[in-house]
């Protein structure tokens, strides 16, 4: 679904870096939500917005941040990335009950 | 807050037979449950959903049922074929739309030519 991108879609970095992890959609949905896949954990929520004055904190918001600058773009960091933070992360948009994934960002913390 | 636990963790079937995938809740408010799909590589789509007013909902070859007493619903795929192969989530939420989706683990359901 081409409507919903995120950037980078793989990122090798070091342990303290600073990362951002960008999500963009053009689907002009007002919330906005932050994943992180691990394998055999599922989907676990780390943030989420339900529009661009609203930021809530997930399951697993510790060692994350994030910034809703428009409607259609929020931003996801890590101030300082550690190896356990290495995962398959996904933004989401949704419309009514359904979430529409992006195509996932592959980040490597060595 | 909810916990969704879901099992198997993998299936395995031959193309043809049936898959079952369960999950259950421990909320008793959760009152929407989809099921996403994520095949290998992709990102997760929502395939089916139940509200808690309705027992059963199909669709084509899969349907999904809900039991609101035990605090369990389940997806069942029918006459599998390859394309089926894929990580199947199962999730709940309290209330649809402004809520939060808390997912199970996954099921990696693999279909045998």
């Known amino acids: 679904d081409a409507d919903v991108t995120q950037t980078p879609r793989n990122r090798i970095t070091k342990t303290g870096k600073r990362i951002m992890l960008e999500c963009s959609q053009t689907k002009g949905h007002d919330r906005m939500y932050w994943y992180r896949q691990d394998p055999g954990l599922g989907l676990r929520l780390i943030y989420y917005?339900?529009?661009?004055?609203?930021?809530n904190k997930g399951e697993i918001s510790d060692g994350y941040s994030v910034s809703r600058q428009a409607q259609a773009k929020f931003s996801l960091s890590l101030e300082s990335a550690i190896p356990n933070q290495t995962a398959l992360y996904f933004c989401?948009?949704?419309?009514?009950?359904?979430?529409?994934f992006g195509p996932g960002t592959r980040l490597t913390v060595l | 807050g909810e916990n969704v636990e879901q099992h198997p963790s993998t299936l395995s079937v031959q193309e043809g037979d049936s898959a079952v995938i369960k999950c259950t809740y421990s909320d008793s408010a959760s009152n929407y449950f989809p099921w996403y799909k994520q095949e290998l590589g992709k990102r997760p789509q929502l395939i089916i959903d139940?509200?808690?007013?309705?027992g059963e909902k199909k669709d084509q070859r899969i349907a999904v049922t809900l039991n609101k007493t035990a605090k369990h619903f389940s997806l069942h795929i029918t006459e599998t074929q390859p394309e089926d192969s894929a990580v199947y989530f199962c999730a709940a939420a309290m209330n649809s739309g402004y809520s939060t989706l808390t997912f199970g683990k996954g099921t990696m359901l693999l279909v045998s030519p």
């Open positions: 989401a948009t949704a419309y009514g009950d359904t979430q529409y």
């Open positions: 917005s339900f529009d661009v004055k609203d930021i």
């Open positions: 139940i509200r808690s007013n309705v």
